[in-house]
């Protein structure tokens, strides 16, 4: 690779993200504002945000080595994403909407009480830190290794980047970069795409010299069995993990809740045909890879068919998607801990101004927490496969009673931690002590089944047990009240307030199609620059080009809605 053109493509984008997060240092008034975007975010923003949300360097490394080595069964089981994301539209994502929440952690105060809320932030602030903290781990040995940069400082300065945007810029900042990142990557899986083809020699060239059974729905370990129990475990997933429960309650109404979902089911059934070919088609120009060097596969066909500049814009696209994941995690533990703890519980007449400060100063706090765990990543060895453990112990007991309490009148504290604590005890023991004292081992498809399959159970049978009894819990009861009290404060929202929120909202759109220009100009630049692949790449610089209108004139609307609510307030103070 040119190692300085790709190295200035990602120095130009970097700058660019850095400057959106500082355009919305001013526009965080409140609470409602900073994590929520004053709980009016256009639903296709939401949808496009959850999306690349579920980006990161695994989608490539990960999912990428499966491709290479099984063919289609990668995409078979992305398509777990799209059933799990149709049942929360269905279902589970209007009815966060309306539980007018600003976080999970405060549906879970005001329904199951505050122990169980304070054992939940624990647990959960846990497992994002170590999360998302190794997940910076790989995306620094990537930089690392494309751009011969030393390690440590690459883990360090993209890892003050993520906190920077996040903790000056808010949910806004984080959404813009997110809708930036996924017009980069799309733009730059969709020249990566016929290039690939073009090497292997066709598309009947690529089918006649991968494997057989390569395109099959299910191949090698990965069975009816572990799709099925990936479908239980991403509806519960993609419905009740706190990141995502905030694009429900961001956006204005119950119905643009379901419209969030909609949009990233709709996205992960086309999208996972597109993104795995690649590896897949890598199998036909190089089937020699085996083990970890499978892992490298997606890079490997970047690199060879990818000219300077857009192999740079490609890298970027990586690097950056990972990034998306880690900071909207970030923003979620910083909102919590300010909404849920600091507001909650320490200061709870703190004013704006105060909480302003506390949610980034926690962002701050949090992502240099991240920083640590990934610097740590090296040392530790296998740390990465003990988050997964933690991710698939913790998943289930943590998200299936507060799904069920969004439904349930009869689930009460006292139940949910105990289901919680049952749940979390028998995974651990599956986990931990089976292999060490009965030399039994879960499969993974036992393993997530089990994790999410036993809270459930134990749900079902309390819940049939309560209804036997015509039980009703007192914690519903007083749910119901908040809820209420709710209603009506959003009701008394001044019109000033309400305008401010539209300008933030306006403002944002006004970035993103500013951002979608500079994306298809940066296109063309390289267009000139490419060896081959040029036309392609200009085309698609055009196509992005269009599409900056879409924003440009969801802006324009909002912008008239302002001219009418002023023209009201103007009216009504006559």
Known sequence: MNTTIDTTVIVIFSAFVLGIG?????????????????????????????????????TF???????????????????????????????????????????????IRERLGATVQKAYIFIFTLVSLFIKGSVLYPVARLVSSSLNLPLVPCTIGLGL?????????????????DILQFVVLSAAVFILLPLSLEKVGGFDSFTHHVPDGFFDLLNGEYTFGFVAAFVIYHICYIGGNWTFVQRYTSVDSPKSARKVAFLFAGLYLISPVIWMMPPMIYKAINPSLTG??????????????????LLGLMLTGMYFSTSASANTALNVVSAVFTNDIYKGIVNPAASDRQLIRVARGSSWVFGLGMIGIAL???????????????????????????????????????????????????NLFFKVLSPLLLDFKLTRAAETIIGVGLPLLLLLGYELWARSKDQIA??????????????????????????EVRKQNRFGLQ???????????????????????????????????FAALIPWRAAQQVQLS?????????DSNN
């Not at 975010?41 to 939401?46: L, N």
């Not at 007192?474 to 307030?497: F, G, H, M, W």
Request: glycine content about 10%; proline content about 3%; charged content about 15%.
């Open 292 to 309: 970890l060097d499978t892992e490298n596969a997606y890079l490997m066909i970047c690199k060879l068919v990818l000219p300077p500049g």
């Open 474 to 499: 007192d914690e519903y009861n007083r749910y119901l009240i908040a809820r209420q009290q709710k209603r009506d404060d959003a009701k008394a929202e001044s019109t000033e307030e309400r305008l």
């Open 376 to 426: 740590l990543v090296p040392a530790a060895g296998g740390i990465v496969e003990v988050v997964l453990s933690i991710s698939s112990i913790s998943g289930g007991p943590l998200l299936a009673p507060p799904l069920w309490a969004l439904f349930s009148k009869r689930l009460t504290s006292r139940t949910t931690l105990w289901v919680t604590g049952i749940s979390l005890t028998v």
């Open 161 to 177: 980047f993520m906190i920077a945007y996040t903790a000056v810029g808010g949910l806004w900042a984080v959404m813009v970069t």
């Open 562 to 570: 302002d001219e009418e609510s002023t023209k009201k307030l103007v």
């Open 61 to 107: 490394v990960a999912w990428g080595s499966i491709a290479y080595k099984h063919g289609w069964v990668a995409i078979t089981i992305q398509w777990t994403m799209c059933i799990g994301a149709l049942v929360t539209g269905l279902y589970l994502a209007p009815r966060w909407k309306a539980t007018g929440a600003l976080t999970a952690a405060e549906f």
């Open 22 to 58: 500082m355009l919305f240092a001013r526009t965080g008034r409140n609470l409602k504002s900073f994590f929520a975007g004053g709980e009016a975010v256009p639903w296709f923003i939401g949808g496009l945000s959850l999306f690349m949300s579920f980006f990161s360097a695994g």
């Open 511 to 545: 970035v993103i199609a500013g951002a979608l220009v500079f994306t298809a100009l940066m296109l063309f630049g390289l267009s000139a620059l490419a060896t081959m692949g040029g036309s392609i790449t200009a085309g698609i610089g055009v196509v992005i080009l």
